[in-house]
Each structure stands twice: as structure tokens, then as C-alpha cells.
Antibody, heavy 118, light 108 residues
Framework: EVQLVESGGGLVQPGRSLRLSCAASGFNFGDYAMSWFRQAPGMGLEWVGFIRGRAYGGTTQYAASVKGRFSISRDDSKSIAYLQMNSLKTEDTAVYYC?????????WGKGTTVTVSS | EIVLTQSPGKLSLSPGERATLSCRASQSVSSRYLAWYQQKPGQAPRLLIYGASNRATGIPDRFSGSGSGTDFTLTISRLEPEDFVVYYCQQYGSLGITFGQGTRLEIK
């Protein structure tokens, strides 16, 4: 069964950092791009960024709202994708989802909640 | 970036009726990179349609997608009670990924 499980969410103060993980199973992880999305309470879906698979050099692309603060990496040997979030702001409060793919997202994790508050 | 505008924002229909949801792009989108998702309360989105018109695995055939260029449509031919949730269109382009603001289907 193809599965994605996010972890690492929680309550963090503004200006601090947090790293989310996304553990994948059931598919050849290294062959696929992995994306991160978020959804603030009561709001729509927002793209955060993605990292391409090894055939495309693992290159990354980010939304303007997080560029320079967030970074995505991957460990293909462990089938884990990471979202490193620095200089967090209150407006980064959301449920964060990792997904397989980037043209379209056919597998989603259940999400992990990040709350940025003092 | 490409802005996707979904209409209507809310659609009130009855079970058994046909639903037509629109997604209009601010500039042309390759059909290959247009997708539709369904999101139920408290759950992650689920892929319904990719490549503008291809049903994802396990999606009932009452869901269909069409369109090209700047105008795309998701049609649900006969609404079931579980279909009354929120739907998003999404595109991928050189500047990244954007979503429409969503259409909420509610029971009339």
C-alpha cells in the first residue's frame, strides 16, 4: 500500500525553526518528486514547495511566501522527505501535507499541524 | 503566477442532480498540468482528475473533467450524498503550483 506519514508538527514560537518529516512506503521513493502543501484553518490549499526525484537531480522549487525561509530535502535511502522551516511567522500556522508528485498529487499524507504562536 | 478562479464559490443542488464546476485560469494552462481534487472535512485532499480529463485510480465514472486553455470543468453526473464537500482545481507551471479557491457543494 502506498502511504505517506508526516510528523514533527507542534507549537513553536515566532522566529523559531521546525523540521517536518514525511515517511514514504509502497513505491520507489527516489523515482518521484515530493511536494509539501499547507492549509491554514478554514482556508484553501497552498503550495509550499517540491523536490524532484533523482533522475532530475533532486532540484527544488518554492512558493514566494516561503522562499528563503523554508527548504526541502530528501533521504532516498530512508524514503523520507523533509521540510525545514526557519524564521517561522504566525501566518505559517497550518496543517502541512506531504504528497507524491508535482504535476498532480496522487498520494497525500494525513497532515501534521504546525501552530506558530507566542 | 497563474491565478485559478473557481465558480461558483458555493453550489446548492440535490442528490441525483448534475453538478458543473468551473475553473478559469488567468493565462493558458497545459491540459497535462490541470487537476481536480475533492476534500472532505478533516481529511487530506483526494485526486479526482489529472491531465484535465483522466480519472484517478478508484474514482467513480460519475466524475469527469474537460476543458483546455483557460477554461476547465469538473462534472459530477449524478450527485451522491458523499459528494457534497469541497472541490479544488490545481495547475502546475514554470512558476510553480497554484490552486483555485474551491467550490463548496451543498445539499439543497
Amino acid at each position: 500500500e502506498v502511504q505517506l506519514v508526516e510528523s514533527g508538527g507542534g507549537l513553536v514560537q515566532p522566529g523559531r525553526s521546525l523540521r517536518l518529516s514525511c515517511a514514504a512506503s509502497g513505491f520507489n521513493f527516489g523515482d518521484y518528486a515530493m511536494s509539501w502543501f499547507r492549509q491554514a484553518p478554514g482556508m484553501g490549499l497552498e503550495w509550499v514547495g517540491f523536490i524532484r526525484g533523482r533522475a532530475y537531480g533532486g532540484t527544488t522549487q518554492y512558493a514566494a511566501s516561503v522562499k528563503g525561509r523554508f527548504s526541502i530535502s530528501r533521504d532516498d535511502s530512508k524514503s523520507i522527505a523533509y521540510l525545514q522551516m526557519n524564521s517561522l511567522k504566525t501566518e505559517d500556522t497550518a496543517v502541512y501535507y506531504c504528497t507524491k508528485g508535482y504535476y498532480y498529487m496522487d498520494v497525500w499524507g494525513k497532515g501534521t499541524t504546525v501552530t506558530v504562536s507566542s | 503566477e497563474i491565478v485559478l478562479t473557481q465558480s461558483p464559490g458555493k453550489l446548492s443542488l440535490s442528490p441525483g442532480e448534475r453538478a458543473t464546476l468551473s475553473c478559469r485560469a488567468s493565462q493558458s494552462v497545459s491540459s497535462r498540468y490541470l487537476a481536480w481534487y475533492q476534500q472532505k472535512p478533516g481529511q487530506a485532499p483526494r485526486l479526482l482528475i489529472y491531465g484535465a480529463s483522466n480519472r484517478a485510480t478508484g474514482i467513480p465514472d460519475r466524475f469527469s473533467g474537460s476543458g483546455s486553455g483557460t477554461d476547465f470543468t469538473l462534472t459530477i453526473s449524478r450527485l451522491e450524498p458523499e459528494d457534497f464537500v469541497v472541490y479544488y482545481c490545481q495547475q502546475y507551471g514554470s512558476l510553480g503550483i497554484t490552486f483555485g479557491q474551491g467550490t463548496r457543494l451543498e445539499i439543497k
